[in-house]
């Protein structure tokens, strides 16, 4: 042991013979051990004659274990990752490092993979994801509106009632919109202002929102008046005597009856027997 010790260290580091005689016996010590951080040191003492020397226990180096990812990196995003010393208990020693972002510029490369599309009334939307880091996305489309197509006539108005016409959406055919058309006798007898709506000089007529409407009386609307008024001047002539006679039947019959209970009143047995005391 003493001939390896000795042959390890510069001839400088002991004299070359013990005083006591012969060559040094030396023994070793650890005065500090060496860490992975710092050189250690030990001393060399000859067992014969007592002369010491220390020397340099070179540091050991840390023997890091695997990388643990704490943070991923993503395209526009640096990850963290750090490791501990298998030396140390309780991984008091660590080594940490920033991951690089994932993409060279700092960008994601998008790829769809849902969509739902919007509707007339309903949004819709877009699902992407990353094809580098996987990170998704969701874009929102708005919902698309209506596209009207022409009015077409359904009903045609008559000349005192009105029509219904009807447009269908180019998008959807289940969307549907109808509104009224104004009977042909106002619309004959309305200008047009231009703005849709219908007028007429000296009396209002209304053909578009609400509010009541009124007519000039043409010569139909005349003679149809004046037959009415015939009727019922005519049905009032006829039945005046008809009323005159029902008037004098019933008179006619309370006579009669007033006699009948008289007659009875004047025989006392008669009287008795159809109207017996209570």
Not at 4 to 26: Q, V
Not at 57 to 85: K, N, S
Not at 106 to 132: L, N, P
């Amino acid at each position: 042991m003493c001939w390896l010790l000795l042959s390890i260290l510069p001839k400088t580091a002991y004299a070359d013979a013990c005083p006591a005689g012969g060559e040094h016996d030396f023994s070793a010590r650890i005065v500090r051990p060496a860490t992975e951080d710092a050189d250690g040191e030990r001393e060399f003492t000859c067992v014969k004659c007592g002369y010491a020397y220390r020397d340099v226990i070179p540091l050991t180096g840390h023997h890091w274990g695997p990388w643990v990812v704490e943070v991923e990196p993503t395209c526009t995003t640096e990850g963290y990752r750090y490791r501990a010393c298998t030396h140390y208990e309780g991984d008091t020693h660590y080594e940490e490092e920033a991951i690089p972002a994932l993409s060279a510029t700092g960008e994601h490369t998008w790829t769809e993979v849902a969509r739902e599309d919007a509707t007339c009334e309903e949004a819709g939307s877009v699902i992407y994801t990353c094809s580098v880091c996987g990170e998704q996305r969701t874009e929102v489309l708005e919902p698309l509106g209506h596209e009207w197509g022409d009015w077409q006539v359904v009903r045609d108005a008559g000349t005192h009632a009105g029509g219904i016409e009807r447009r269908v959406c180019n998008r959807d055919p289940s969307h549907v919109e109808e509104r009224g058309i104004a009977p042909a006798a106002s619309v004959g007898l309305a200008g047009d202002r231009g703005d849709g709506a219908g007028y007429m000089k000296g009396d209002t007529m209304r053909t578009a929102g609400s509010g009541s409407m009124r007519f000039r009386p043409n010569k139909l609307d005349a003679a149809l008046a004046g037959l009415d008024l015939f009727a019922l001047v005519s049905f009032a002539v006829l039945s005046a005597p008809l009323i005159s006679q029902c008037r004098w039947i019933l008179s006619r019959r309370r006579e009669a009856r007033s006699r009948y209970l008289d007659s009875l009143r004047g025989d006392g047995r008669l009287l008795d027997e159809r109207f017996p005391k209570a």
